[in-house]
């Protein structure tokens, strides 16, 4: 299990180094940075809602451990070539694979935490791979801030190659080969497009994706967080990031005590808290407010994707990455819905469209209740 957080931890680190965060020999990207940085975050958004199921369904006869350690040699591979390679294609065709590459590790790591898992933990196993992924978007931010100082943008992509092949690979080969699963004939992807599959994706789509980019928009926090000095910023966040991993796996174990109750549970928090930001216009209590919401975004994780796998059935093991696909494009989704409010009502009207979505997922939640426990350990392919 540390292993899995461990892995899904830094490619969620390294992902936006390839989605254009750090572009390599910037005076050769033409016509500007900027545009060559647009161009990789798009084909990484791509990658991941493309190529991700796509990939894990045309690998899916491979084994789950062998499939986990090529993706992520072949991440480590990619994410080197600007480093050597300049040029805005390179990025972008990079940033594309690293996508592909990451959603499929996602939902190898996801399915092969569950195969270590009894039945009755199946939450608490996927929710391990959800909390590398929320300590490594929130610490690699701050990390790759700190080691920018200390080396250039291509030396940094070949760091994070070496990091993945040093030292996640050598710990994924520890991690014991999981039995064999069973497949149902002609049943592997059928199963993700049932209507209260479809409404779990919805879930992922509208909380995951859309509501957080609403919030995230309709709130100036800028001025509070600019107060704070660099190491009370980093002291911040990567408290934060504990806590939030300690919440997502939390989420893990209400799901496995009922998908149903945790996800009506974090949804209330979601709810309320749009609601409360209303009539804020920031400060310590506005940041409160959004601390609360984003602990309740971690710990609805789980439960939405255990509960896609237990009523996808035998295409289980598309779960993760098509859950991963549908939360990426909630958030264009949601980034385009903001633009068009914004021009109307300002924040208020935007943080009232994110309640609006909170109380859509309720119904979503009622047509989705019908989730029944898998039937064995290693349930999801």
Not at 46 to 52: H, K, P, T
Not at 281 to 305: C, F, K, N, S
């Amino acid at each position: 299990m540390a292993a899995i957080f461990l892995t899904t931890c830094v490619l969620s680190s390294v992902g936006p180094l390839a989605a254009g965060d750090l572009p390599v020999a910037d005076a050769e990207l033409d016509p500007s940075t900027a545009d060559a940085r647009q161009l990789a975050a798009t084909a990484f958004t791509l990658g991941l809602v493309a190529g991700g199921p796509l990939v894990t369904l045309v690998s899916a006869r491979l084994g789950r451990r062998p499939l986990l350690l090529l993706a992520v040699a072949a991440t480590a591979l990619v994410i080197v070539l600007p480093a050597f390679l300049a040029g805005t294609t390179v990025l972008v065709a990079t940033a594309a694979a690293v996508g592909s590459l990451y959603g499929l590790a996602f939902g190898v790591a996801c399915g092969l935490a569950a195969s270590m898992a009894t039945a009755a933990w199946a939450g608490r196993a996927v929710s391990v791979a959800f909390a590398g992924i929320a300590a490594g978007a929130m610490l690699g931010p701050v990390t790759q801030a700190w080691l920018s100082e200390l080396f250039l943008s291509s030396s940094l992509l070949i760091l994070a190659g070496a990091v993945l092949i040093v030292i996640v690979l050598p710990l994924l080969l520890l991690v014991p080969s999981p039995t064999a699963v069973r497949r149902e004939r002609g049943g592997t992807v059928r199963g993700i497009f049932r209507p209260r599959a479809l409404a779990l994706l919805g879930l992922g789509a509208l909380l995951l994706g859309g509501q957080p980019t609403m919030v995230t928009s309709g709130l100036d926090l800028g001025a509070w967080i600019q107060a704070l000095s660099s190491s009370q910023l980093i002291a911040l966040v990567a408290g934060f990031a504990g806590v939030a991993v300690v919440l997502t796996v939390a989420g893990g174990w209400a799901a496995d005590r009922g998908t149903l109750g945790a996800m009506l549970a974090a949804n209330t928090v979601l709810v309320l808290s749009p609601a409360l930001l209303f009539f804020m216009d920031g400060g310590a209590t506005a940041v409160a407010v959004v601390a609360v919401w984003v602990l309740a975004h971690h710990a609805l994780q789980a439960p939405i994707l255990l509960g896609l796998i237990k009523v996808a059935g035998p295409a289980g093991y598309l779960a993760a990455p098509v859950l991963l696909s549908a939360v990426h494009l909630g958030s264009v989704a949601g980034s385009s819905l903001v633009g068009r409010i914004s021009e109307f009502g300002g924040s208020p009207l935007v943080m009232l469209s994110a309640l609006a979505v909170g109380l859509v997922a309720f119904p979503l939640m009622a047509a989705a209740r019908q989730a029944k426990a898998p039937a064995e350990a290693g349930h999801p392919r």
